[in-house]
């Protein structure tokens, strides 16, 4: 879902970013939340990332920004609660961006599913809700990872639990991303000059031989993992992934204790 990107960006920014102003009444005025056609465009989630980071003062202390964000996301799902549809696009945006950021208190409020019960919908719609609220509770900040074994593209046995190592990191990428191919290459100079950090690399997307070749090519130390199932991978759905590249830090307990958003945030992470 590449327009989650949107709403982690502007998440993202909300120290900086913060407004004073009080939210005009009418902000929804030009949405109709009944028209399941906006529902992956542009124009409804940006709007939605910016009521959101509109929502947050910079006079603000945590808690209080906790409890703005809480009341807006509440809000959202109040008024998309008009259709299965629109609801469930929102609540898989909302939640999906909030477990990126690692904002656990916002996942975890958002596990309640609100207003649900006043959808109309079928026992398998709402099996898909309790899907994606299960998914993504799985992969929040302080959880422990999913496991992740089987042979790497070069044929090699390997099991994430038994790497023993400071910190993994697990990156979900795409062949066909050239920005996950960045970060790859950005990777092997960081890895060779971190020896407590190890790499399994899951690629989600691409030829086998391809990557095969790619890793040869650039000689970088980690464990390649390609099951050839793309994004009907068990594993995708064990770490909720939903776009490429997606990075999680684990500690040597397999703990989850950063999402990266991108490199630079890997290198924040050891400074």
């Not at 990332?49 to 006079?59: G, R």
């Amino acid at each position: 879902m590449k327009i989650l990107k949107i709403l982690i960006l502007c998440l993202s920014l909300l120290p900086c970013y913060a407004m004073t102003q009080n939210i005009p009444d009418n902000f929804f005025d030009n949405i109709n939340f009944n028209d399941t056609s906006l529902i992956y465009s542009h124009e409804l989630s940006t709007k939605i990332a910016d009521y959101i980071t509109l929502n947050q003062n910079s006079t603000q202390n945590y808690e209080q920004q906790q409890l703005a964000v809480i009341l807006a996301v509440d809000h959202l799902l109040e008024l998309a609660s008009v259709n299965f549809e629109m609801y469930k696009f929102v609540f898989q945006f909302l939640i999906e961006g909030f477990n990126e950021l690692g904002m656990n208190e916002i996942v975890d409020y958002m596990t309640r599913i609100p207003y649900i019960e006043s959808i109309e919908c079928t026992d398998d719609q709402y099996n898909e809700i309790i899907a994606i609220t299960e998914s993504n509770s799985r992969v929040k900040i302080g959880n422990l990872a999913e496991n992740i074994s089987g042979k790497t593209v070069l044929n090699d046995d390997f099991d994430l639990y038994g790497i023993d190592n400071e910190y993994v990191i697990v990156l979900f990428w795409s062949y066909t991303c050239p920005h996950c191919h960045d970060i790859l290459i950005q990777l092997k100079e960081f890895l060779d000059n971190n020896d407590n950090f190890s790499l399994v690399s899951v690629c989600v997307k691409g030829k086998h031989n391809k990557i095969k070749r790619f890793v040869k090519k650039y000689k970088i130390r980690g464990f390649f993992y390609h099951d050839g199932l793309e994004w009907n991978s068990p594993t995708i759905n064990d770490y909720a992934v939903t776009s490429t590249p997606s990075i999680f830090i684990l500690n040597n307990e397999k703990i989850i204790v950063s999402k990266p958003f991108d490199f630079n945030d890997i290198m924040n992470l050891i400074k």
